[in-house]
C-alpha cells in the first residue's frame, strides 16, 4: 500500500459515519507543517496568515506551538472580531474602508489596543478620522511597502499590485504624515514579496519556465533585501519605535528570515499546504487540509460522477485554481466538463473500483478558502476524528 493509499484508508475509516460533503484536517501533517514552518524561520516568530485558515480553533492551535505570535488578519470586520475573541496581537495586512469598523476601533479600548490597521496613502488616514464618530483611543498604524520587482526602467513589473509605496523617502513621508497626526500611533512595516513567496518554482513538466522562475526570484530577493533595509532605516529615522517589520510568506520564510530587517515573518497557507504550494524546491510539505465528495453516478466504464465539486481559487482564472482530485489516485476531469457547480465527472481507471456512495478526496488550490465552503472541519489524528470544530463559516461569519 502507497502512503497516500494509506491516507485515504485512514480517513475514509475516520468518516466512515460521517456523510459526505464533508472536510478534515490531518492534525499530524497539520502539526509537522507548522515545525518546519518554525525550521525555516530560524528563530524568527512567524505571524499567523488567518485568511489561509478561517478556523478559530486552529489559529490557536498554531498560535500555542513555540515560534509563533500574532495573527495577520484580512478585514477589519474580522480583526474586531478577533480582538473580542481574545486574540491580543491582530496585523489588519489590507486597507479597509469599513468606516463602522473604525468608529467602533476608535470607541473600545480592548480592540485598539490589539488591532493594527495597513495604510499606504494619507487619504487612508483621512477616511479613518472622519469614521472615529466621537472616538478618542489611538489607532495603531503598519505602513506597506511595494516589494514588486521593477525592471527596464518599470516596463516590466513582477509582483501583486499593493501599496504606491516603493522608495524609502515615500515611506518616510508617510511615515511623518502619521506621526505628526494626533489619534495615531506607527508600529510597523509590512512587505508581503508573493511573487517569490507564493510562485512555485519547480513547475511540473516545465523545466526551462522552472528556471527562468528562480532566476526571477534570486533577482527580486536581493533587490528587495536591499530596498527594504533602505526603508526601515528611512522609517525608523522618523519613528524609533517600531515594533515590528514583517516580511515574507509560506514559499519564502527561510529566505525572508535571514534579513537582518525583518523582526517577524507572515505564512498562513505551510499549515495545509494546498495544491499551489506543491511545486518549490526551498520546502515541502504534507496535505493537511482536504474534502470529499460522494460518488452518486456511474456513467461507464473508467467514469463516476461526484456530487458538487465545484470550488475554484481566487486569482487569475485557470486550471490551476480548481481543487484537485487527490485519492484515490489516479482520477483526473473531464476536460469538457471541469468541476462542476452540482455534480463532476470524474475520470480514470480508479474509477471502476469505487461504488454509489463512497468518497473521493480532494484538495484545494488554496488554503483557506476550502473553510467557505464547510461550516466544520473534523480533526483526524490517527483513523479517527478526534474533535469537530466551526469554520469562520460555521461560527456565521463570511467576512468576504
Request: contains cysteine; aromatic residues 6%; glycine residues 10%.
Amino acid at each position: 500500500m502507497t502512503p497516500r493509499a494509506g491516507d485515504r484508508a485512514r480517513y475514509d475509516r475516520a468518516t466512515a459515519h460521517l456523510d459526505a460533503p464533508v472536510a478534515i484536517v490531518d492534525l499530524e501533517a497539520f502539526d509537522a507543517n507548522a515545525a518546519d514552518l518554525v525550521r525555516r524561520a530560524g528563530g524568527k516568530p512567524i505571524r499567523v496568515a488567518s485568511k489561509s485558515v478561517r478556523c478559530r480553533a486552529l489559529l490557536e492551535r498554531a498560535l500555542a506551538r513555540e515560534g509563533f505570535a500574532g495573527i495577520m488578519s484580512f478585514t477589519l470586520e474580522e480583526s474586531l472580531w478577533l480582538a473580542r475573541a481574545g486574540f491580543e496581537d491582530v496585523l489588519l495586512a489590507y486597507p479597509s474602508a469599513d468606516r463602522s469598523g473604525f468608529g467602533e476601533l476608535a470607541r473600545d479600548p480592548k480592540p485598539a489596543a490589539a488591532v493594527t490597521v495597513m495604510v499606504d496613502d494619507v487619504a487612508q488616514l483621512d477616511l479613518i478620522d472622519a469614521s472615529r464618530a466621537g472616538g478618542t483611543e489611538e489607532v495603531r498604524v503598519c505602513l506597506e511597502l511595494d516589494t514588486a520587482l521593477s525592471l527596464l526602467g518599470g516596463r516590466i513589473r513582477i509582483g501583486a499590485r499593493r501599496s504606491p509605496l516603493r522608495e524609502p523617502a515615500e515611506l518616510a513621508e508617510l511615515a511623518r504624515s502619521v506621526v505628526r497626526r494626533p489619534g495615531f500611533r506607527l508600529v510597523g512595516i509590512m512587505a508581503y514579496e508573493g511573487h517569490v513567496a507564493g510562485v512555485g518554482d519547480a513547475v511540473a513538466g516545465r523545466p526551462l519556465r522552472s528556471r527562468a522562475i528562480r532566476l526571477m526570484q534570486s533577482a527580486a530577493r536581493r533587490e528587495l533585501a536591499e530596498r527594504r533595509a533602505a526603508v526601515v532605516r528611512a522609517v525608523r529615522a522618523v519613528a524609533p519605535d517600531l515594533e515590528f517589520v514583517n516580511g515574507g510568506g509560506t514559499g519564502s520564510v527561510q529566505h525572508t528570515a535571514a534579513e537582518d530587517a525583518v523582526t517577524e515573518i507572515a505564512a498562513g497557507s505551510g499549515f495545509f499546504v494546498p495544491r499551489l504550494f506543491d511545486h518549490y524546491t526551498s520546502f515541502s510539505g504534507r496535505p493537511a487540509a482536504l474534502f470529499a465528495h460522494p460518488v452518486v453516478r456511474r456513467p461507464g466504464v473508467g467514469v463516476v460522477t461526484v456530487l458538487g465539486g465545484g470550488y475554484p481559487a481566487s486569482g487569475a482564472a485557470g486550471p490551476d485554481r480548481l481543487p484537485v482530485p487527490y485519492l484515490p489516485e489516479g482520477l483526473r476531469y473531464d476536460p469538457q466538463e471541469g468541476a462542476g457547480e452540482v455534480q463532476t465527472p470524474l475520470l480514470g481507471s480508479p474509477a471502476d473500483d469505487l461504488r454509489i456512495g463512497d468518497k473521493v478526496w480532494f484538495r484545494h488550490a488554496k488554503a483557506g478558502e476550502m473553510c467557505e465552503r464547510f461550516e466544520n472541519l473534523h480533526l483526524v489524528e490517527g483513523d479517527r476524528i478526534t474533535a469537530t470544530v466551526p469554520t469562520y463559516r460555521g461560527e456565521g461569519r463570511t467576512f468576504l
